[in-house]
Structures are given as C-alpha cells and as structure tokens.
C-alpha cells in the first residue's frame, strides 16, 4: 500500500524528486496506523457554531488517539498565522479574501500555494473538509485531489433541490464530491439527501453523528419552579427553526394552562413576531425573551424548564434535542429531517410541523408531568450520556480514515475521466479544464519552489510529537511547585 | 571559529559563522552570495532595451537618458538599502544581544537590546508571502506587565535562513541566555 502511494506520488512529481515519506506504514493486520489529518473548513473559532465544535472536539479526540491533527481556516481579522489550541492542535489561519458569511471566494487556485505548503510541510496524508457551504473546504478537497492525497468530506446541513441557488450548489457539490474518497454525514436523512443531490454511490457514504459533550448538560432540578411549567426553547430565531409555528402555539397553550411559562433565547429576524405574540396577548410575565446566548450559557438556561421544545423545520441533525435531554428535560420536536434517528421514542415526543399538532405533542407531555409520571432527570441524563460522544465518533471517523487509506488516490487522467462521466457535458469539460490548469499551477510550483525547501514542520501531536515530552515535564514542574506552595502555606 | 553552508528559503547558498570570544559571548555572522555581476547585467539590458523600444517609436532622446539614470538610480538603491551582504547578530549574556546588518554598498546599520528588556529567543512560524517560514526571533517584554510579552523583534530578516540553520543559532543563544 505504502508502494502503491509512493507510485502515485512519483507520478505527480515528475519533474522533482520527492522528498515526502508517508507517515503511515500501512502494514496488513496492523490495527493502529497513524495518520496525519488536516481538517480544512471556514468555519473555525473563534467563529461560533456547530461545524466549528465539532471539527475542535472531533481533532482532541484523535488527538488523543495518538494521530497528529492540523486546521485550516482562513484569517479572522487580525488573527492570522500560525497558532496552537490545548493539547497541541495546530491552526492555520491563512490570509485569503473573506467574501460572504464567513465563506471565502473561490477561483480554484489561488489558494494552492499556501495549502500546498501547509500539506507538504505537515506531511498530511489525509484531508479531511468540513461543510458544504465553505468555499475553502472544497478549494482544499480539490487542491489535495490533485496532489494525490486521500480526501474525506463531511457534510453537515440539509439542501433542497428546487430553487436556483440549489441546483447550482447541488451541482457544485457533484463535482466536489465525484472524486472524493470518501464522505461522511450526520444521520441517514442526511445522507439520503447527499447522495441524490450529489449523484454518488451510497457505499461511499457513511453516517457518522454529532455529539454532545455530557459533562457540559447535567440537570440541575433545583433550579426549576415547580410551582409552574416551564417551556424552553434555544434556538437561532429564524424561519427554518419554525418561530412562525411557535407563535402559533404560544397564545393558544397561554389560554388553555395559567401556570405555562414560555423561556426562549436566542436572537435572529423573526424575534420580531414573537414580540407581537406577546404584546397582542398581553403575555410579559409569561413569556420571557432572553436574546443572543453564549454557549456556556445555554446549560444555565435549560435546567430551568421542564419541557424543551423545538420547532424546526428542516435539520440533518439536531444537537440542540440531545442537549435538552441530556439536562433532563422531556422533549417535544418536529418530525423533520434526521430528528427521528436522534432519541430513543421514550425520551422524545415527535410531532408534525403543524401547529394543532404540536399543541396536541406539548398537551400530552403537560399532562403527564402534572402526574407526576415522567422519570427524573437524573435517570434521562444518565440514559443520553452514553448515546452520543465524541470518543465514539473519533472511534468511527478513525475507522473511516483507515478504510481510505487503503483505497489509491486517482490519477489525473482517471479523474478526467470520473468527471467526465459523472458531471455532465459542460460542467463535466469546465472541471476537467479546471483540473488540468490545476494540475500545472503544481507543476510551476514544484519548479518555483521545490518540495524539499519547504522545511518540514516540528510535530505538536501525533507519533513523533515533541510537545509530549515537554508536557510532562511541565506537569511536573506544576505538581513540585504545586507541593513547595502547600508546604509553604502549611500552618 | 566555524563555518558552515547552509540554503535560504529559496534554496540560495548563505553561510554561518560562528565566533566564540568568551563562553558568555557569541557572535553569529550570515552572508549571502555577493551581488552578481549576471543578474546586473541582465536587469540593465532589460532597461535599456525597453528604452530603445520606446525611443524607435517617439524618437524622443529624453527617453534614452531617462533610461541611464534608472538604471544608474535602481542601481544605487538597490546596494544601498535592499541588498544585504552580512548579517550579525553578537549575544553577550548578562548585557544584551546586538545586531547589524551590512549593505552591498558598505552601508551598517546596528541596534542594541539590553537583556533585561529581553524576555526569550524562540523560532517562530510565519506566513511569507505564498509559504510558511520559520524565522528567528527575541521577545522583548512589555514595560508594564514584565511578564507578558510586549513586541517581537526577527532576526536574519533578509537572508531568512533554513530551519536547521536557525536551530544551531537558537541552541547556542539559549546556553548563553541560560548562563546568565
């Protein structure tokens, strides 16, 4: 396998000498191969977000597997460079163009000089992108295609297929994902839904889901009133997490039970119609509106509520469910999107996107909380953290990443062919084009600035890593110092 | 007194030397490649031919001289404060680290850091222009909060040496800013 690389590497660089030793020696049977990961996306800290916690706490956990990890992402304002996270995880904050929401411009090439460098000075063996919405991500997934590296994508949201900003992004994303190795999304709806959108072969696909870190959600039933029901909603507010429906259900529920109070944070453009609701209805006291919240608050906010509802419409996988029932809260959700594969149906109330229904979903769970009938929270959170952890989803990512180890990278011309065949006339030649031009911006690269005057990094993490040896020799340290300051403040 | 060859970051042969006086004081010299006399004489022609272009189309001399003083003027600027041919960088512990750099022209500039201004010497990554670098350089630390660290000051600026270079510099500053 190690040959069969190396093969594909020399085809690359014919023009240099290579001077990359894979890092990993796949022998056969051996279970523990190494690999070296640079997960590349836009959305990285100190942008705040789902793909963003999931790239830091899935790279700690590999991290702690033994692999070495790098990011990429581009510069956050004056934050640009090279900097390192807790345990050594190394990010690239590389200087390109910001264009829209975070999203970088793409032209294909420009990046190629940085990123090449990034992978040649790292020794990257895979890349590893995140999300489809980040230019960068596919910018990279195409850049280490080229170089002849493995590539693995992970999708993280749900499309439709019938406006026009769809098919194009639907299109786009058949050609970024043509030849990609491999691809990973968050639950069975959404892996349903990037096959069709993006034309591939199921057996490529795996599903590999989000996860919450239990220690961050425990329950805390002091906190809550139970002289009252609380509802709690924590959502972004805007039309796709369904705030039209909860205003909706907010007067009619407000009517029928005096002792419902409503708590919702979040902030976004439809806050607007829940400040209606409430004046309409003359509700201050019973609905509060708590606005943006910081991530460490959330838990603060959900141990005070009973119910935790949500009201989305369309979500691949919804974190925000199992961080509500890892505080101990009964669950009342929309049946959309991947939500039905979350929870267990003991733990979640499904409804339909409907407001009679959801009235009729939330009346149920009323009424069994007033009879006392709902376990405790203490036994719900004990049942939730076990489901969903990082470890697991680093245990199967690794998996994943051992699986394309084995497979060989394509050479340019299979891959000419592969889009070619699976993009169509006109995008299919636009690519192919693409990827030729690409091919020979590498080329000039390799004679401009040859691979072996590119020095190769020192290694935070991962098998030769030189950070481990200075952290314990700082633990130390810490630990001496820390038994000199008790011995000095014994009485 | 040692000397050694090493590559720059684009792979131009530079060497170092290394200058023990005493065991707390250390001098470091890197020398590029002298100005070439090719690279000169192609620049010029480029110039020149580009003058003679323009002055078979308007037949105007003004361009032709105009040709000669760039040449002349690039000439000079570029000796005079672009093309380094040494730099030095002298630790002495207990003192303070001082570094010059010496032009194609003759030209020195030198700067003085006292010691107890400096906080470390560390090798650091960077981004350069279309690649990431390794670059040496001291941390000088902040007049209010002696702790933390004020600004960074690199070092080999222009001759921007390879990381084995830069690991042999930084071992011997640190033995010498141990020392002290």
Redesign the interface.
């Known amino acids: 396998m190690g040959q069969r690389r190396r093969d594909v590497k020399a085809q690359i660089h014919t023009h240099q000498p290579c001077t990359y030793i894979p890092h990993t020696v796949n022998t056969p049977g051996e279970e523990s191969v190494k690999h070296c990961i640079c997960m590349v996306s836009d959305f990285f800290y100190p942008n705040m977000g789902g793909v963003e916690s999931h790239i830091y706490q899935l790279s700690q956990c590999l991290i702690e597997k033994g692999h070495k990890v790098v990011i990429a992402t581009h510069a956050y304002g004056r934050r640009k460079g090279v900097r390192y996270l807790t345990n050594g995880l190394k990010v690239y904050y590389l200087p390109l163009q910001v264009m829209y929401n975070q999203s970088t411009a793409t032209t294909c090439f420009h990046s190629l000089p940085l990123l090449r460098c990034v992978f040649v000075r790292e020794r990257v063996t895979i890349v590893h992108a995140h999300s489809s919405f980040s230019a960068m991500a596919h910018d990279a997934l195409f850049h280490a295609k080229t170089m002849g590296l493995n590539t693995v994508f992970t999708d993280h949201s749900l499309f439709g297929f019938a406006d026009v900003s769809s098919v194009l992004t639907n299109k786009l994303l058949t050609v970024s994902l043509c030849d990609t190795n491999h691809i990973i999304c968050v639950s069975y709806t959404s892996k349903e839904n990037t096959v069709l959108r993006a034309a591939l072969d199921p057996e490529i696909v795996s599903v590999i889901p989000n996860a919450v870190d239990p220690t961050d959600f425990t329950p805390d039933p002091s906190r809550r009133d139970d002289s009252k029901i609380t509802v709690v909603v924590v959502s972004r507010l805007v039309y796709r997490k369904g705030i039209d429906l909860l205003s909706g259900i907010i007067p009619e529920l407000c009517t029928k039970h005096p002792d419902l109070c409503f708590l919702i944070g979040g902030e976004g453009p439809k806050r607007i119609v829940l400040e209606e609701v409430r004046e309409k209805y003359q509700l201050h006291d019973r609905v509060r509106l708590l606005g943006a919240l910081d991530h460490k608050d959330v838990r603060d906010v959900l141990v005070q509520g009973h119910i935790f509802l949500n009201t989305s419409l369309t979500e691949a996988f919804c974190m925000a469910i199992v961080e509500g029932a890892s505080c101990g809260l009964q669950v009342v959700s929309t049946r959309v999107g991947g939500i039905p594969e979350v929870l267990p149906d003991e733990l979640v109330t499904l409804c339909e996107p409907t407001v009679r229904s959801l009235c009729e979903g939330l009346e149920t769970v009323i009424a069994r909380q007033r009879a006392g009938q709902v376990p405790s929270p203490a036994t719900i959170h004990q049942q939730v953290r076990t489901l969903y952890t990082w470890r697991n989803v680093a245990e199967r990512t690794e998996k994943v990443y051992n699986r394309v180890c084995r497979r060989p990278t394509l050479s340019l011309s299979a891959r000419l062919q592969r889009l070619q065949s699976h993009c169509g006339p006109v995008a299919g030649s636009l690519f192919s084009f693409f990827a030729v031009i690409d091919f020979l911006i590498l080329l000039l690269l390799q004679w401009l600035w040859p691979s072996d005057l590119i020095d190769i990094a020192m290694d935070a993490t991962g098998p030769h890593s030189t950070w481990k040896r200075h952290c314990d020799v700082k633990k130390k340290e810490t630990q001496t110092h820390f038994q000199r300051s008790k011995h000095a403040f014994k009485p | 007194m040692t000397d050694e060859k090493f590559?720059d970051?684009?792979?131009k042969a530079i060497s170092l030397s290394c200058q023990n006086h005493s065991p707390l004081c250390r001098e470091f010299t890197v020398s590029s490649a002298k100005v070439s006399l090719r690279k000169i004489m192609v620049y010029t022609s480029v110039v020149w031919l580009c003058a003679y272009t323009l002055f078979y189309f308007t037949e105007n001399t003004a361009v032709l001289s105009s040709g000669i003083i760039i040449t002349l003027v690039g000439m000079m600027v570029h000796i005079h404060f672009i093309k380094v041919d040494h730099e030095t960088l002298l630790i002495i512990g207990s003192l303070g680290v001082q570094m010059s750099s010496s032009y194609a022209s003759g030209r020195e500039s030198t700067t003085f850091i006292e010691i107890n201004k400096i906080k470390d010497i560390v090798i650091n990554?960077?981004?350069y222009m279309?690649?990431?670098?390794?670059y040496l350089s001291i941390l000088i630390k902040d007049p209010n909060e002696p702790e933390s660290v004020g600004s960074v000051v690199p070092l080999f600026q222009s001759s921007k040496p390879?990381?084995n270079c830069l690991v042999k510099v930084y071992k011997s500053c640190q033995e010498i800013l141990a020392q002290s």
């Open positions: 590559t970051i684009n792979g990554e960077a981004i279309h690649s990431i670098i390794y390879r990381l």
